[in-house]
């Protein structure tokens, strides 16, 4: 089957893959492809998938890495007899949700790795667009290592030793700030996932690329540096990472799937009008070998 691809960025951070149908795929292609993912920094995008079955889906986001079960979820938030895939969105079904709503605040954008702050974390996650509003819900994702080779050399050295405190905690309680109805996290929770030490400089267990991993919200300070000069730093190399070169923000069509690398791509939700409009997306994790050194 013909396939063909363009990067999504110009530092070419992100690949679209075109292929009419991806359960068509050989073995040779589907390594083919798993290798320009991690090339392009770990995100794919296959448009107009709108066919895809349940089965299709997991096998497919199976050649990146084991696909999770989502056991810490609501069971009326999966798909019968497809536990791998959590809807996400507003829909409901007698007045109750249908999927995990989580709403996005409006800018600035929280961009982040999921879960840094737990160990291990997923290695990375699939959305598929059922539904998507005519306006809103886009996602950003930004490639941690074309930013990262962009930086001049002294910021490199600088800041290649760097280790950062990455915690819950800290997320919650930013999150707070826009919604204060978010209750603080319980003590349980706050011992169950105690803030961890990460590298600012991560590298990659497939590629071995470094990369800025750098997930600003989740990121309570740096060792060894005092805030006044941490937080500066941080926002400085988000705001470099965040330039449009590193950066590919994803306005949605059904049939859409996703596949993006925690430990190589951020990423940042945008809100819409989830009283006038309605979403759904499935959603896979997969695990996976860890940032070098974790
Ligand atoms: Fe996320």
Request: net charge negative.
């Amino acid at each position: 089957m013909a396939i063909s691809s363009r990067p999504l960025t110009p530092s070419g951070f992100g690949l679209e893959l075109r292929c009419s149908e991806l359960s068509k795929l050989g073995k040779e292609d589907l390594n083919a492809v798993l290798d320009d993912f991690h090339e392009a920094g770990g995100l794919l995008l296959v448009r107009n998938q709108q066919q895809i079955s349940h089965r299709q889906l997991v096998d497919f986001v199976g050649i990146f890495g084991q696909v999770e079960l989502n056991e810490k979820y609501n069971p009326a938030f999966l798909e019968p007899s497809y536990p791998e895939l959590l809807r996400i969105g507003n829909t409901k079904q007698n007045g109750e949700y249908t999927a995990l709503f989580i709403k996005a605040d409006p800018p600035p954008l929280m961009w982040h790795t999921d879960d840094s702050f737990r160990h291990p974390q997923p290695a990375g996650s699939c959305l598929f667009c059922v539904h998507t509003p005519p306006e809103g819900a886009a996602t950003g994702f930004a490639g941690m290592h074309a930013s990262y080779e962009a930086l001049p050399e002294k910021t490199r050295h600088d800041i290649d030793e760097m280790e950062a405190i990455h915690s819950y905690d800290y997320l919650n309680e930013l999150l707070r700030i826009k919604s204060p109805h978010r209750p603080p996290l319980s003590e349980e929770l706050k011992q169950q996932i105690p803030p961890i030490v990460r590298p600012l400089v991560a590298q990659h267990p497939v590629s071995k690329k470094k990369g800025l991993y750098l997930p600003v919200c989740h990121i309570m300070s740096i060792l060894g540096l005092a805030e006044e000069e941490a937080r500066p730093l941080l926002n400085e190399l988000q705001r470099h990472m965040t330039q449009p070169s590193f950066t590919h923000m994803h306005n949605w069509q059904p049939g859409d799937l996703v596949i993006w690398d925690n430990r190589s791509a951020l990423h940042a939700p945008t809100p819409f009008d989830d009283d006038k409009h309605k979403r759904l997306m499935y959603r896979l994790t997969f695990g996976g070998e860890q940032i070098v050194g974790f």
